[in-house]
């Protein structure tokens, strides 16, 4: 297992410079986090304490371990759907066994050195959850929006919708002021500092003026009347761990992995763009998973890296974990000294915050860019046969739109659990079917060859390269896996003479796999027992290593496998 920490190669070369760099930094980057873990946190069925202490432990233990010099980490907007069912189904102490055992997921995908894989997930997958966690957050926060007087919230989406509309008459038009003018902050605020969070701003303002606005009787529901008005830090507890509770949260729990790998690797990655330094994603997947142990002990909630968070760090000037650290540092001292204070937020306000996180999320130019590529692609190719009749559906959900399209449907109507299952496996397919696609199987049933098109063939040969009569070459160009296996032998049954050499050039196959071995040795036996004898040509060191390894060589014969076409051909000629 390699893992190796930022902070401790960093830390060698540390300067007064860059601690003052990192500290003004990290000062900033808290005081941007602070709405943001209290909003997530309530947002995801919590106390804003446990948001809070969320930010401050795995913010911390993320900086210190992680494998990125500027990643910050903290509760993210990505778990809020998935963590508020675990609430409403399990209870707290389902969130943490699942938390938990997320963690364990996240170490061993760094133990094992999974990192990379992560980040080939399909972009589609990734903009079509994006996209549905965006709407679902959207969602759950039109009741304190419009300040509606419901006492239930359906879990569905389309059970939430009905619900808002039924309950439109009892709409609190101070609630939506607040929370209009708090949006209006947020979205005006760079505009006259890039350097002070508006989501903050918005809080002070908004706090203050609906204090001021209760004292003359208006009311307008604050943290304090849903949560009371004591604050204290989360206390540790050890969960009750079940083997039947295991067994139900793993769903919920690779979930949460999953989202926390990708977010943070992606994370990473921009940061990587913008520094020009390169991060370690498995030592990053290890912090991760051990930020996610250790913090629901202490009550708080998943995190993971955090973009937006991550390129405020990078904005003002934090280059080294060191600013992560004083990040959750200027955190505890708000917990501790000002705390209580946030019993006077309104909840309307935080629904405004909210509002923008989900719109930040949306993705909704990826999204419709994905699908417009799609349109364009349907518009000028042949999506339409000869005979007037489209292609199948199943051909049409195959690609980038499709998957995104399920992915995001799945994401809002069912079970962000599921989207991600089957928007991995319906990305899995996808690239599948383009590598097959992307091989091509080819009957050169030329007389002659044209040499100056033969990378094979050596500077003092012939212009022209004959094929003796009773030869056949075929060529395979892409990798030769279970995905095309098939589609090679169909192509041989097209050729209705029996022909006495066949030549199989493989110059252009970068590796073959158990399935196409498979295929390839019962042509050589079917071939023997007709009287056809099998060649290849052009084999490169890494296949003819597989070949020799499973012992499909010596069955073929090591005089049978040419290094290129020119020796085949006179292998050929051999009686």
Not at 32 to 56: D, H, N, Q, R, Y
Not at 436 to 458: A, F, G, H, M, P
Not at 484 to 510: C, Y
Request: proline fraction near 4%; aromatic fraction near 8%; charge should be neutral.
């Amino acid at each position: 297992m390699n893992f190796s920490p930022k902070l401790f190669s960093t830390i060698k070369d540390y300067s007064k410079e860059q601690f003052y760099a990192d500290l003004m930094s990290g000062i900033i980057v808290g005081i941007v986090a602070l709405p943001l873990a209290i909003a997530f946190g309530i947002a995801s069925g919590v106390k804003p304490e446990v948001g809070l202490a969320t930010a401050v432990i795995a913010g911390f233990i993320i900086s210190f371990f992680g494998g990125s010099r500027v990643q910050i980490g903290g509760p993210t907007g990505a778990f809020i759907v998935i963590v508020y069912g675990i609430i409403q189904q399990f209870g707290l102490n389902g969130l943490i066994i699942a938390t938990l055992m997320a963690g364990v997921i996240l170490i061993l995908l760094g133990a094992f050195k999974l990192g990379n894989v992560i980040k080939f997930v399909p972009y589609p997958v990734i903009v079509g959850f994006t996209s549905g966690i965006a709407l679902t957050i959207f969602t759950t926060q039109i009741k304190d929006l419009f300040g509606l007087t419901i006492a239930n919230v359906p879990g569905d989406f389309i059970g939430k919708w009905l619900a808002y509309i039924g309950a439109m008459n009892t709409v609190n038009w101070w609630s939506v002021a607040v929370a209009a003018a708090s949006i209006l902050i947020i979205v005006l605020m760079p505009r006259i500092s890039k350097k002070i969070p508006g989501s903050l701003v918005a809080i002070i303002v908004m706090t203050v003026a609906v204090y001021l606005l209760r004292q003359y009787g208006f009311h307008i529901e604050t943290i304090g009347d849903r949560f009371g008005s004591s604050f204290s830090l989360p206390s540790p507890e050890v969960p009750h761990i079940t083997f039947d509770l295991v067994r139900i949260l793993m769903p919920a729990a690779f979930t949460i992995a999953m989202l926390g790998a990708i977010e943070s690797l992606l994370s990473a990655m921009v940061a990587d763009g913008v520094t020009g330094d390169r991060h370690d994603s498995n030592t990053e997947l290890i912090a991760q998973g051990i930020a996610n142990i250790v913090t629901p002990f202490f009550g708080g909630i998943p995190a993971t890296g955090a973009i937006a968070r991550t390129m405020t760090n990078i904005n003002n000037g934090g280059r080294t974990p060191i600013a992560g650290i004083i990040h959750a540092i200027v955190l505890l001292l708000i917990m501790l000294f000002l705390g209580s204070l946030t019993q006077h937020i309104p909840m309307a306000c935080l629904a405004g915050v909210l509002v923008i996180v989900s719109y930040n999320m949306s993705e909704w130019r990826s999204f419709t860019g994905i699908c417009r590529h799609w349109g364009t692609r349907r518009k000028h190719h042949k999506w339409w046969n000869i005979t007037g009749k489209s292609k199948t559906s199943l051909a049409i959900l195959m690609t980038d739109a499709g998957v995104l399209l399920i992915t995001f449907a799945l994401t809002v109507m069912v079970d962000l659990t599921y989207a991600i299952v089957v928007g991995l496996l319906l990305g899995l397919i996808l690239l599948l079917k383009r590598v097959t696609e992307s091989t091509s199987i080819s009957v050169i049933d030329r007389e002659v060859i044209n040499s100056e098109n033969e990378e094979e063939l050596s500077a003092d040969d012939t212009d022209k390269l004959i094929i003796p009569k009773g030869v056949e070459i075929y060529e395979i160009n892409g990798p030769f896996f279970f995905g095309v296996a098939n589609k090679f032998n169909e192509q041989i049954k097209t050729v209705a003479e029996k022909p006495r050499v066949r030549i199989i050039r493989m110059r252009k196959v970068p590796f073959i796999d158990s399935t196409g071995l498979h295929n390839l040795r019962s042509l050589v036996r079917s071939s023997n027992r007709e009287g056809v004898r099998i060649i290849l040509s052009g084999v490169n060191e890494n296949v003819h290593q597989t070949l020799q390894q499973t012992q499909f060589a010596q069955e073929i014969g090591e005089e049978n496998i040419c290094s290129d076409i020119y020796a085949a051909l006179n292998q050929a000629l051999i009686k």
